[in-house]
């Protein structure tokens, strides 16, 4: 009998469970690194009346973002879907915010299409993207709201994410252009800036596509954009501390035990 079989424990030797318990010591300490770069409780509560962040890595670090800055008059808020998910999503993520953050601290206009532009160009340059065939297919699909506090507007602009509004329990949906964020398409265009007038009482939702591709255990179906819209609808009544609770609830029973398959994040808030 080898040194090594005498510690083997079934299948998997001492040696190789200290190496999997390792691997997962530093995936978890990677993502409260990662947690740490987005917004915290205390800082989106001073930003916003109410809201609420249903996020659920799927392999403890995560592809999915959020964002929320505020900067003289101006709130930006966003939620980015990168990639993949685990490590390489992950480490597009961080370059996400890394990049909005550069964004947000020049000097320009606030725009919230010419943020989305901007953080292309950066994104394509990092990644060394000219639209060849054989490079890395690295993007990030993002939607991107800019409120200005003085005027009560809120400017929105998606690539590949939309935006949702529910006002006085009825919902309207603010389609993203079908961009992403890298990649340099055939002919490049600037992304759309959507001005929406908000009112008291409105409520927006930003999400990736996690919580609709997901499939059931009983049905081995997907989810679907348009039941989650319908969810959230039914839910607009309700504060949004308890929409968190009724989509998480929703989300576990729906998938039962089926293999999670991607990062889920849905951001709401109240102006």
């Known amino acids: 009998m080898t040194p090594e079989s005498q510690y083997s424990t079934g299948f998997i030797s001492l040696t190789q469970s200290q190496g999997i318990d390792d691997h997962l010591a530093s ?37 999915d973002f959020y964002y929320a800055i505020r900067n003289k008059q101006y709130i930006s808020v ?15 993520s961080i370059m996400g915010i890394s990049f909005l953050n550069e964004v947000f601290q020049c000097k320009i206009e606030r725009r919230a299409n010419r943020a989305l532009n901007m953080m292309r160009e950066k994104v394509m340059k990092s990644l060394h993207q000219t639209g060849e ?35 006085n329990g ?8 079908k961009m992403t964020i890298g990649l ?7 992304f759309t800036n ?23 255990q009983v049905t081995d179906k ?4 348009k039941q989650l819209k319908r969810v959230i609808e039914s839910l607009s009544g309700l504060p949004l501390s308890r929409q ?26 109240q102006l």
Not at 31 to 54: C, N, T, W, Y
Not at 78 to 92: E, I
Not at 170 to 177: A, L, Q, W
Request: aromatic share 12%; net charge negative; charged share 25%.
């Open 133 to 167: 065939r054989s490079e890395a297919k690295d993007s990030i699909d993002i939607g991107l709201c800019v409120i200005d506090c003085n005027t009560n507007t809120l400017q929105f602009s998606g690539a590949n994410r939309p935006l949702i509004r529910i006002r």
């Open 170 to 177: 009825e919902i309207s949906e603010f389609k993203p252009d």
């Open 27 to 63: 995936l978890r300490y990677a993502g409260i690194i990662q947690k740490a770069l987005m917004p915290d409780q205390e800082h989106l509560s001073g930003l916003f009346r109410d809201h609420f962040v249903l996020f659920l890595p799927r392999d403890i670090v995560s592809g």
């Open 244 to 269: 968190k609770e009724y989509l998480e609830d929703t989300f576990y029973e729906w998938k039962g035990d089926t293999q999670q398959i991607d990062d889920v994040l849905i951001f709401g808030f």
């Open 222 to 225: 997907k989810f679907k954009y």
């Open 194 to 216: 959507v001005v929406i007038d908000t009112l008291p009482g409105d409520k927006f939702y930003l999400f990736t596509d996690g919580f609709s591709d997901q499939f059931s």
């Open 78 to 92: 966003a939620v980015g879907d990168c990639t993949g998910h685990g490590v390489p999503g992950a480490l597009l």
């Open 184 to 190: 340099a398409p055939l002919k490049e265009h600037s």
